[in-house]
């Protein structure tokens, strides 16, 4: 079936320093990627559409000049955490639409620390 | 709008124990239902669906049917395995557009 893949899966970078999260589709095209954080034991927060060739929508709350998103190719989408603080470690999922329902594939996330 | 309240977790149940994860959903219309599995240090996968009312969808032994009167679609398994403990997720297709909404999710304890 499709495959999205993240990367990296881990990461840990110093307060101040940006970080960027990749999610390719391996074998589809996706025009739409969604972007998740997951704290720990809760659910998956839904931070951002990220649209190929378009400007990201972000949900309400979610710092845009913070969580850089850019869609460039119709199989690439990342998200960059600029100027990192502690308070952002989390863990990062990105996902794309397997079709035109709403049955999506699901990059194998991203722990990020910020220390 | 959709919504989805999930049973609470954690669940401790030892091997070969007979499963229920609880779902309801409130929804305009009908929309679509998912569980999703998340194994320890995972992402997400995609475990079973039901596009429609009285659909059962089924993978690895779990099942869940599409109760529209009820308006649930409870995760069930016969016998879990230790190799199941992971953390479910019950979503529902929101309506506005084909984006998911997100139960809290079960994390699932399956002891040997």
């Known amino acids: 079936g499709a495959v999205v893949s993240q990367h990296p899966s881990r990461v840990i970078c110093k307060s101040g320093t940006s970080v960027k999260i990749e999610c390719r589709s391996l074998d589809f095209q996706a025009t739409t990627m969604f972007w998740y954080r997951q704290f720990p034991k809760q659910s998956l927060m839904l931070m951002a559409t990220s649209n190929e060739g378009s400007k990201a929508t972000y949900e309400q709350g979610v710092e845009k000049d913070k969580f850089l998103i850019n869609h460039a190719s119709l199989t690439l989408s990342t998200l960059t955490v600029t100027s990192a603080h502690p308070e952002d470690s989390s863990f990062y999922i990105c996902s794309a639409p397997a079709g035109t329902g709403p049955e999506a594939f699901f990059g194998q996330g991203t722990r990020l620390t910020v220390v | 709008g959709n919504s989805v309240t999930q049973m609470e977790g954690p669940v401790t149940l030892s091997e070969e124990a007979f499963l229920t994860i609880n779902c309801t959903y409130t929804a305009t219309g009908y929309p679509s239902l998912f569980w999703y599995v998340q194994y320890p240090g995972e992402g997400l996968q995609l475990l079973l669906k039901?596009?429609?009312a009285d659909d059962k969808g089924s993978n690895k032994g779990f099942e869940a049917t599409y109760r529209k009167e009820t308006t649930s679609f409870h995760l069930e398994k016969g016998s879990v395995q230790v190799s199941d403990s992971a953390v479910y997720f019950c979503a529902p297709h929101k309506d506005s557009n084909y984006q998911l909404i997100w139960g809290a999710g079960t994390k699932l304890i399956i002891k040997p």
């Open positions: 039901a596009t429609k």
